[in-house]
């Protein structure tokens, strides 16, 4: 059933595994852009870089005990029921034609991931299904590469309410108020070398994390 109007976000991921820079930048997106619904969707097979050594269902579990029961937050598995690589462009598509051309679709990537837009499948057809809200990362304050200018600028707004008078095609760079160093790479790190991980993980997610004997292996 289509359900037009609405205000909806994706936040993809390898998630691997979910932490908290994730989620308090899940919430703040949420609210900056007035979400009806925010879907954080793991990747099954990340495009542009190696299969994790946790499994996808895994990595969806502690997903699900990272949200818990936030309210606004749906932990969303449809790109562990495709084949071949989780490409944006896909799901974007699938949950267009969901809503229904008159939502507000909006993807979300953090500044590291959009420095690379320019590689992923069909860049300009992200853009004819949503729009791009890019957050802040610390650390990464590269200049855009000419390519990505070219991509992006002309589509560029300067407020949320400029970007919701339409279901898609603009880019709006958005500084959330926490910035989190925290990555999913340090937190790997920790775990090999026993350390804890106790406050860059929801506590259910560092319990799951123990309980299966998850990140124990280098990469
Ligand atoms: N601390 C953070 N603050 C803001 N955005 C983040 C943060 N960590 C990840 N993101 C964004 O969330 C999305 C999913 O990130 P991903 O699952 O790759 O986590 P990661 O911590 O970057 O992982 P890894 O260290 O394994 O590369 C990406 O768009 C990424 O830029
Ligand atoms: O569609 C693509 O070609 C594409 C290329 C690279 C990354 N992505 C998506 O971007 C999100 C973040 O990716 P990553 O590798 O930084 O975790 C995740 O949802 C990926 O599926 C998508």
Redesign the pocket.
């Known amino acids: 059933m289509s359900q037009s109007g609405q205000r909806i976000g994706m936040l993809?991921?390898?998630?691997?595994p979910v932490h908290l820079g994730h989620l308090r930048s899940a919430l703040e997106v949420h609210e900056a852009l007035s979400l009806d619904r925010l879907h954080m969707?793991p990747?099954q097979q990340?495009?542009?870089?190696s299969q994790p050594q946790v499994s996808a269902q895994q990595r969806l579990a502690l997903l699900k005990a990272g949200i818990g029961d936030t309210p606004g937050l749906v932990a969303d598995d449809r790109?562990l029921r495709r084949d071949g690589?989780?490409?944006?462009?896909d799901?974007l598509a699938e949950l267009r034609a969901e809503y229904g051309y008159q939502s507000r679709l909006v993807m979300v990537?953090?500044f590291?991931?959009f420095l690379?837009l320019t590689?992923?499948?069909?860049p300009e057809r992200l853009f004819e299904l949503a729009h791009l809200v890019v957050i802040a990362r610390p650390g990464y304050n590269d200049p855009l590469p000419e390519s990505l200018m070219e991509l992006v600028e002309h589509r560029r707004v300067d407020s949320v309410e400029t970007l919701m008078q339409r279901p898609c095609g603009g880019y709006l760079p958005l500084q959330l108020p926490s910035l989190m160093t925290i990555s999913a790479t340090y937190i790997r790190q920790c775990l090999v070398e026993k350390k804890s991980v106790r406050y860059l993980v929801p506590a259910p997610v560092e319990e799951a994390i123990e309980q299966g004997r998850l990140y124990q292996q280098r990469d």
């Open positions: 993809g991921g390898t998630f691997d969707i990747a990340p495009p542009l870089r790109e690589p989780s490409y944006s462009a799901t990537i953090g590291d991931a690379r590689q992923w499948h069909q």
